[in-house]
């Protein structure tokens, strides 16, 4: 259940064994989650149905001369809708002040979901893709479909590849929502160095049309196609982007606006 979570692609992205996250940031996201587990009560009985059927009761004992049933129930069914209500009142703010204190903690501990976290499962990942996509070039293919009768070695590396691609795509997908919460590198703006340390040694071309040769594959293709052509895939904090941006074009320099950094 991921209604009131803030941010919930970070919390997926750790619950399918991607990356870890800190332990604070664990417990708040399962309190906010024993929270809304919590069971709402059964709406009472509304007063206008109480009325509706007491009007009946009522002319039913005058008709056969029998006692007439207490009008107090009528107040009594409105205190339990006043007492409903303020019960799901209530669980909405719980619900609202657990989610606030999982936003602050996001923000609180963004730089570290970063670099103690998000930063040693991206290099772990990139080293193994490497390993794993070598095999398959030593073997002379790597699409899965021509890989049926080659050996187990190979075969599991394709599947490595396919397990870390996935994992790729979490981790990445975790920070992007760290980026929308203010973690990001406003000398960056259209996220060059966001993933690619030499971004512009393997896409030269500063045309503002142009596209990277890794344009348009898949993630396992793309990863691939790094590992060919000497990628340097990194994850960076704002501060290691920036310094991207910088040793390439420093600031001010008619290089850099043009470029549109």
């Known amino acids: 259940m991921t209604n009131g979570l803030p941010q919930p692609v970070i919390f997926e992205g750790h619950d ?19 929270v809304q587990a919590q069971p709402y009560p059964e709406p009472p009985q509304n007063a206008w149905a109480v009325i509706e059927r007491l ?7 005058v008709h056969n001369d029998t006692p007439l049933p207490d009008p107090a129930q009528i107040e009594e069914a409105r205190k339990a809708e006043r007492i409903h209500q303020d019960i799901v009142d209530l669980m ?3 619900t609202e002040l ?24 991206h290099d772990k990942l990139w080293a193994d893709y490497k390993a794993a996509w070598r095999t398959l070039q030593e073997y002379g293919k790597t699409e899965p479909r021509h890989l049926l009768a080659a050996p187990q070695k190979v075969r599991k590396a394709s599947d490595t590849c396919d397990l870390l691609a996935e994992r790729y795509t ?3 997908s975790a ?14 703006p259209n996220g060059k160095y966001a993933a690619i340390r ?11 049309m142009s596209r990277p040769p890794w344009h348009g594959l898949s993630t396992r293709h793309h990863l691939g196609w790094m590992v060919e052509n000497g990628g340097e895939l990194w994850l960076p904090t704002p501060d290691e982007q920036r310094q991207a941006v910088i040793d390439e074009a420093p600031d001010n320099s008619p290089l850099r606006r043009a470029a549109g950094f």
């Open 170 to 172: 979490a981790i990445h």
């Open 198 to 208: 030499n971004y512009h040694r393997l896409a030269p071309s500063r045309l503002a």
């Open 55 to 61: 009007s009946v009761e009522i002319v039913d004992a």
């Open 92 to 94: 909405a703010s719980c």
């Open 98 to 121: 657990a989610s606030q204190r999982i936003r602050k903690a996001l923000g609180a501990h963004g730089m570290a979901i970063i670099t103690d976290h998000l930063k040693p499962a």
């Open 16 to 34: 399918a064994g991607h990356y870890t996250l800190p332990d604070e940031l664990l417990k708040l996201r399962d309190t906010l989650l024993k």
């Open 175 to 188: 920070r992007t929502a760290l980026t929308i919460l203010g973690f990001n590198c406003p000398d960056d």
